[in-house]
């Protein structure tokens, strides 16, 4: 959720604390702090709100230092005020903090007893104090972190900055990331590789329990049994480039955008053109002995997963579970022996997903990663990483890594069905000729952008709208409902067309917009049999269809869009744009943060 960097180094840091701010915007925009050491004081500026509320205060009153540590945070623990905000501090220690502390209630109540007065009502200030208390009964800085990690239940990444030690900074990682950089007389630590990018691209990623002490030369990495241990550098490969909206409005707007670039980037790394093969990464376990797969995903990562067991049920013939990941070990679930679990993270670092595999690792599965991160912590751990390649996505709202991480999923079943001959080499062929399509199509779907643009008014005013689809395409409506919901705040849902006579009819009357995602084929003609019962009842529906389905629907739609006609295996990918493109037009008319939606964050990583 939140995130963190900090820096120590001969020159001034401030600066570079704050672009590394912006770089990690997307992890959280509740409110964000610096606190740098200067002449042996603790220097600290925090604001609510935006990054650009920090900055305005920073212009007007700065923070001069050579060491310090930053804050953007998304708020768990208390509301997004400035007493909330990061770094808490103490009279000796500062801190900044990504995850959650589940047992800062009683650990508060101790401080408290012990006649300390906390500040804010967050669960960091808790830990701040914590190794302040262990500080002043004389350990170094060190030895009070050793006595306050293992007190600590939850998950953390931390930055803890000590007034009297102006020459270090002391960092730990459990269940959240934390990465080490290594610069030129100066180091640093950052939530990711993205925020240090323009620092360095020399990295250490810590592992589970590790805590790392930095100076300007030197990291050295403990163990979570407090034994020195070497970590491997690595190179990052994140751009040192700024993020940039270009001539877009929004980042939201220029992903969608991005959408037949990255999906053709990420189907060359998984296609063979030239003999029309499929081409997995190097697969160091029999795929055709698998019998079942487990999905696991939260958010629109799932609805990835829920169009991809049509696919693998289909070509493989595999029976496929699909769970979201909060609530995946919760059911206790049976993990029979052989199985492949699939795990699907646009950042790959999702808490709930990444606990969810090492249940399922702990349980014999096979794992398979499906991550935008190929160096995140779900990477790390997979037996298989499918890397989507859709490249730095800072709008919120998933758009590109939803296209991309479809077309992974695509090229695996039909991979799978191969390795256990469930598809002769015509069949392969043919599949690898229409998920070669896919970019031509998604421009071709990209030039209803104006279209999309004038019906959203029509949308806009409503309070609440349903999306219905069938077959791959009612996971499709469920990621249309959310995107409406997650930027334009306006209630809608996704239903299954046929399961509108069990109860969602009874919403229907002429307030409610209805939006029908039905590409001509098989399934047409009874999801057109759903769209009547709507319009019977006075309901507002918006057909998204080829040219021949619009045909066969006739008249009646208060708005139709044109879709180009495509095979049903990458009508998935087509059919996002259209939902894309809605949901961001209707927040545009209605003035909401597209890039930046009120509760939400990027990366989720506390549970």
């Known amino acids: 959720m939140c995130g963190i960097i900090g820096i120590v180094s001969p020159d001034a840091v401030s600066e570079r604390l704050v672009d590394g701010l912006r770089r990690m915007e997307y992890r959280g925009y509740d409110s964000a702090g610096v606190c740098t050491i200067e002449d042996g004081q603790l220097v600290r500026r925090r604001a609510k709100g935006k990054l650009k509320n920090l900055e305005e205060e920073l212009s007007g009153n700065p923070a001069p230092g050579n060491v310090g540590i930053a804050h953007t945070r998304w708020a768990t623990h208390g509301a997004p005020t400035e007493h909330n905000a990061h770094p808490h501090a103490t009279d000796d220690v500062a801190l900044v903090h990504n995850g959650i502390i589940e047992n800062f209630k009683p650990l508060r109540e101790e401080l408290q007893q012990a006649g300390r007065t906390l500040e804010s009502d967050t669960d960091s200030e808790v830990v701040a104090h914590l190794v302040s208390h262990e500080f002043e009964k004389g350990l170094s800085p060190q030895d009070a972190i050793k006595a306050v990690l293992p007190r600590l239940r939850g998950a953390f990444a931390l930055a803890i900055a000590f007034r009297q030690h102006p020459d270090l900074l002391i960092g730990a990682r459990l269940g959240s990331p934390l990465v080490v950089g290594y610069g030129d007389g100066e180091m640093f630590l950052g939530s990711d590789a993205l ?61 969608i955008y991005e959408q037949p670039t990255v999906v053709a980037q990420t189907l060359n790394s998984y296609v063979r053109q030239a003999d029309e093969s499929v081409a997995l990464p190097q697969i160091d376990f029999d795929l055709s002995a698998i019998k079942r797969i487990t999905i696991v995903a939260c958010g629109t990562s799932f609805y990835a997963g829920m169009v991809a067991k049509y696919w693998f049920e289909t070509f493989a013939r595999v029976p496929v579970d699909i769970d979201v990941a909060s609530e995946f070990r919760y059911r206790e679930p049976v993990l029979e022996e052989g199985g492949l679990a699939i795990f699907i993270s646009q950042s790959g670092e999702t808490a709930d997903t990444l606990a969810a595999l090492r249940h399922c690792k702990e349980n014999g599965q096979t794992i398979a990663t ?149 590409p001509s084929g098989p399934l047409f003609e009874k999801t057109v049999s759903n769209m009547e019962e709507v319009r019977a009842r006075g309901g507002q529906v918006v057909l998204i269809s080829d040219a021949k389905g619009l045909a066969e629907a006739g008249d009646g739609c208060i708005a139709t869009i044109e879709m180009p006609d495509v095979h049903p295996l990458i009508a998935p990918l087509v059919y996002a744009v259209p939902v894309q493109l809605l949901a961001y037009h209707v927040a545009v008319v209605k003035g909401t943060d597209v890039d930046q939606p009120r509760n939400l964050a990027k990366s989720v990583t506390v549970e």
């Open 195 to 255: 925020a240090l990018a323009p620092l360095t691209q020399k990295i250490t990623y810590l592992e589970e329990g590790d805590w790392v002490v930095i100076t300007r030369d030197t990291a050295t990495i403990y163990d979570s049994e407090n034994k020195v241990v070497e970590r491997p550098v690595v190179a990052s490969g994140a751009s040192a480039a700024a993020v940039e909206k270009g001539n877009y409005r929004h980042f939201m707007q220029k992903e």
């Open 370 to 518: 499906v991550v935008n991160v190929p160096t995140s912590s779900m990477a790390r751990e997979a037996d298989l990483i499918l890397p989507t390649h859709a490249g730095p996505e800072i709008g919120v709202a998933s758009t590109k890594a939803f296209t991309c991480q479809l077309a992974v999923l695509a090229a695996l079943a039909a991979h799978l069905a191969v390795a256990k001959g469930k598809m002769n080499r015509a069949e392969e062929q043919e599949v690898v000729r229409h998920l070669i399509e896919a970019p031509a199509a998604l421009n071709a779907a990209l030039d209803h952008d104006d279209d999309i643009a004038a019906m959203a008014p029509l949308i806009a005013p409503a309070r609440d709208v349903l999306y219905l689809g069938r077959g791959p395409d009612y996971p499709l409506a469920l990621e249309g409902a959310l995107k409406l919901k997650e930027i334009s705040y306006i209630h809608a849902e996704g239903y299954a067309s046929g399961e509108m006579k069990h109860g969602p009819i009874a919403l229907i009357d002429e307030e409610v917009p209805v939006i029908v995602l039905a």
